[in-house]
């Protein structure tokens, strides 16, 4: 693990051997006002998720998240969010047996178990994005292998139903191409770039329900998730499209990378009015 001081990227300002048993497939952070939210989150191939203090002189992590299955199940995606003043951060991991799982580091610092959430989506998960991080959680969006997707409401929590309520985005295709990731417009949040194992990529704009929480019955209610729809896509490159990032000043400027070794620059106009 590498850490680089973006005025001076001659050599690494932080070097941490063997932070992982195999290959690293993901890494985020955020940065806030909490103690927490200082923090870099790495996913493993060994199927371990760690976090790391980059101010700690030790090259420990300060919490780790091993497989909990006979059978490691490598982590594909990471995503840290919910990182507002009012609460601690939690963390989005996918892997490639279809689970999605929430850690939250509150309670993981406080020696409590700190696996908050998961569920199985049925395909290899390739991406995971809340789409605001630095607010309470709102949503986030999942992507898998054979163009599956899915949408979940992070308002409303019931653990005797499943926890997040959700529904698709793009139903599942056998032997389709990979939805590599997810990425939400700085601008609006309800705009995502899905990034296609086909070169595509895909724009798409969810829209809320008339009411975001239906009451069961006098002590019980369940989260209430809106639909996503397509709103249009461009086929960029013969080859999937691995990575994509917004400009946070400029709105539909972007650049993306992809398996033929090219970076494209990308300006998508007209958000302004979706």
């Not at 992507?143 to 899915?150: D, I, N, P, R, V």
């Not at 239906?214 to 960029?236: A, D, R, Y």
């Not at 917004?246 to 958000?271: H, P, V």
Request: charged share 25%; proline share 3%; with cysteine.
């Amino acid at each position: 693990l590498l850490c680089w001081d973006m005025e001076n990227l001659t050599r690494p300002t932080r070097v941490i051997k063997n932070a992982h048993e195999s290959i690293i497939n993901s890494i985020d952070g955020c940065y806030n006002n909490n103690k927490l939210s200082k923090v870099i989150v790495t996913g493993s191939r060994d199927g371990s998720v760690k976090v790391w203090d980059v101010r700690c002189k030790h090259s420990e992590p300060i919490m780790n998240f091993p497989s909990s299955s006979a059978k490691v199940s490598e982590c594909w995606s990471i995503n840290v969010g919910n990182a507002n003043n009012d609460s601690e951060p939690m963390i989005l991991a996918g892997y490639s047996d279809g689970m999605v799982k929430m850690f939250d580091l509150r309670r993981g610092s406080g020696g409590e178990p700190a696996l908050y959430w998961e569920t199985n989506v049925s395909r290899g998960v390739c991406g995971v994005e809340f789409d605001r991080k630095a607010i309470e959680m709102n949503k986030f969006v999942v992507t898998c292998l054979e163009s599956h997707s899915k949408v979940f409401d992070a308002r409303t929590f019931n653990r005797k139903r499943g926890g997040f309520s959700s529904s698709v985005v793009t139903e599942v295709t056998e032997n389709g191409p990979t939805i590599w990731g997810v990425k939400h417009s700085p601008f609006n949040r309800e705009l995502s770039i899905f990034l296609g194992g086909d070169g595509t990529l895909s724009m798409y704009k969810y829209t809320y329900p008339k009411q975001r929480r239906l009451q069961l019955n006098e002590k019980e209610c369940i989260g209430n998730v809106g639909q996503t729809h397509l709103l249009v896509e461009s086929k960029v490159s013969t080859q999937p499209i691995n990575a994509f990032d917004w400009n946070k000043d400029k709105e539909g400027l972007a650049l993306c990378s992809s398996f033929d070794s090219r970076i494209r620059l990308l300006f998508i106009t007209g958000m302004n009015k979706l």
